[in-house]
């Protein structure tokens, strides 16, 4: 259990690290900076004064999200500040912040005909909404009904429960890395990408057998209280489901790393909820008819009704 | 025609041996849905069990569960490549299910429980009648959701009102199967009792 925890505390570690680094981007030319303010504003700083008559004139501008370049959005007024250099749009309807916007000005200074910039939240903050949502609003369990037969298998004792959350984000976070880089290395230059399921299945048990071997000489006590759980995982479809969807959204690695790690967070966190109820329920008198799986599936239920009031979360 | 019946009935594959659960709650809000995903598992059941079932005696026995994994997802592809193309409708409603497909523990174990070990008729028929109970159970699941919850069968408006919008929501997904293992606990318990008084 300890070296496991440990273990994990390091892959956070440096999954932060690797976050950082991309921060140190963006921004060139004329405009120095840009960035949402509530949900109807974004706020421009400029690197010199621009043209005050031009710019303070809303038919100037062309605002659309980054998806649909065809559904303009209407800006309601543009305002600019005495020197001439930060500029505040504000617009009729709320935007998705959620989205990057790109924003085109007309002859903001003299000589130029055309300023294109794009307004998007940071990519800290994105990745991190990321690991929210596969974490609590899209939880792989809860919302998507994945891996429900290991779920009701292993949710009886808590600590049963932790020790397979753990080993499910390890095995997870690897065989997503893995996936990824066989995905986007081998299976797209190839033109391979009708083979992904049998590839991807294949870098699971692998990642599976790797972690059973490791296991096993490493720490033997851990290994015999779920070594059983590790043949489940390979039939899982939790671990499977990861690798589809990063192939699906064309997740880099940074994205694809948050995904496996919310996920196998978001499992983690199902599986002990749920121990923690069942534990409560072996005391309870239950009716003979709803004994054993019955009544694990409504009280399954029941947290995904809760889990629904998480939808619609957002952080940044 | 054994082997059919034991498929659909006493070892019905969601409700007697509660496996491969996740798209019976998942994607089962209606009929439609339950039968397409069923028609699919039935096809990759089917044609597994046969392939598995041929080439039994060539397969080393220490390599035989990633030779059973890479066989069904073998068929998987085949049937996720050929509903995409034909009806990308539906494909798009069952949405990553389909390639999921490849995880589901029933069709693993009926590999290792029989068609390794039986003739390739006996396999088929095994086969065919595991895929079906699959399918009877999503239809039955999804004929509930979606008569209780936009009370309407295939689409079409039945009842003219709608009971309870909830069973519609994904989480219902849970009761439902939930109330209805119950409900064959509860036939099961009562048919033993009244045997037992007799």
Same mark, same amino acid.
């Given at each position: 259990?300890? %070296? ?8 956070? +570690?440096?999954?932060?690290? /690797?976050?950082?680094?991309? =921060?140190?981007?963006?921004?060139e ?15 421009v700083h ?36 005495? #020197? #001439? ?5 504000? /617009?009729?309807?709320?935007?998705n ?6 924003i085109?000005?007309? @002859? ?8 294109? *910039? ?16 596969? +974490? ?11 891996g ?8 009886k004792?808590?600590? %049963?429960?932790? @020790?397979?959350?753990?080993? *499910? ?16 290395f081998? +299976?797209?230059?190839? #033109? =391979? ?8 299945i294949?870098l ?7 972690? #059973? $071997?490791?296991?096993r ?38 994205? %694809?790393?948050?995904?496996? =790690?919310g ?7 199902? +599986? ?6 069942s ?32 939808? @619609? =979360?957002?952080?940044? | ?7 659909i ?14 798209p ?30 041929i ?13 059973y994994?890479?066989?069904?997802? $073998? ?28 995880? *589901?523990?029933?069709i ?21 009648g595991?895929?079906l ?17 936009? @009370? ?19 989480s219902?997904? /849970? ?8 409900? *064959? ?9 009244s045997?037992?008084?007799?």
């Amino acid at each position: 259990m300890m %070296t496991t925890l440990a273990k994990t505390k390091y892959i956070l +570690l440096t999954a932060l690290f /690797f976050c950082f680094a991309p =921060l140190l981007a963006q921004a060139e030319g004329l405009v120095a900076d840009q960035s949402f303010k509530g949900d109807n504003e974004i706020i421009v700083h400029f690197s010199g004064p621009v043209d005050r008559a031009k710019a303070e004139d809303v038919n100037n501008y062309t605002v659309f999200e980054e998806p649909d370049p065809d559904i303009r959005l209407v800006l309601k007024s543009a305002t600019l500040s005495k #020197d #001439d250099k930060s500029l505040s749009l504000s /617009f009729q309807e709320p935007l998705n912040t959620a989205l990057p916007h790109v924003i085109t000005v007309k @002859g903001l200074v003299a000589g130029i005909e055309k300023t294109t *910039f794009t307004v998007s939240k940071s990519y800290l903050g994105y990745l991190f909404g990321i690991l929210i949502s596969a +974490l609590l609003i899209n939880n792989f369990v809860f919302t998507k009904y994945l891996g429900l037969c290991v779920f009701f298998g292993t949710s009886k004792k808590k600590t %049963t429960a932790k @020790g397979m959350g753990v080993v *499910f984000t390890l095995v997870m976070v690897v065989s997503a890395l893995m996936s990824w880089f066989f995905y986007n290395f081998i +299976l797209i230059p190839y #033109d =391979l990408n009708f083979l992904q399921i049998v590839v991807f299945i294949g870098l699971v048990s692998l990642t599976v057998q790797a972690v #059973d $071997t490791v296991l096993r000489k490493v720490n033997p006590i851990l290994f015999n209280s779920f070594g059983v759980y590790l043949v489940l995982v390979i039939a899982n479809c939790v671990i499977i489901a990861v690798p589809l969807i990063l192939a699906n959204n064309n997740y880099n690695v940074f994205e %694809t790393f948050m995904l496996a =790690l919310g996920a196998g967070g978001g499992f983690l966190l199902a +599986l002990y909820l749920m121990s923690s109820v069942s534990e409560r329920m072996q005391l309870a008198n239950i009716p003979p008819t709803f004994k054993g799986l019955p009544i694990a599936f409504i009280v399954a239920g029941q947290f995904a009704m809760a889990f629904l009031g998480f939808s @619609g =979360l957002q952080l940044f | 025609m054994q082997l059919i019946a034991r498929g659909i009935l006493s070892e019905n594959p969601i409700f007697k041996l509660a496996l491969s659960m996740c798209p019976a709650v998942g994607i089962s809000t209606t009929v439609m849905n339950g039968l397409m995903l069923g028609i699919a598992v039935l096809f990759v059941q089917v044609f597994s069990s046969i392939t598995i079932a041929i080439f039994k005696n060539v397969i080393h026995p220490r390599i035989r569960i990633p030779t059973y994994t890479l066989t069904i997802a $073998t068929w998987v592809t085949v049937i996720d490549l050929v509903l995409a193309a034909y009806l990308p409708e539906a494909y798009a409603k069952m949405g990553i299910f389909v390639k999921l497909i490849v995880a *589901f523990a029933i069709i693993t174990m009926r590999l290792e429980m029989f068609a390794s070990k039986e003739s390739v008729n006996d396999s088929f028929w095994d086969g065919l009648g595991m895929g079906l109970g699959f399918m009877v159970g999503m239809m039955v699941i999804g004929f509930f959701r979606e008569l209780l919850g936009s @009370g309407a069968i295939l689409g079409y408006d039945v009842l003219g009102f709608k009971p309870l919008l909830f069973f519609i929501l994904p989480s219902a997904g /849970f009761f439902v199967v939930g109330l209805m293992m119950a409900f *064959f606990n509860w036939i099961e318990i009562y048919y033993k009792r009244s045997k037992g008084l007799r």
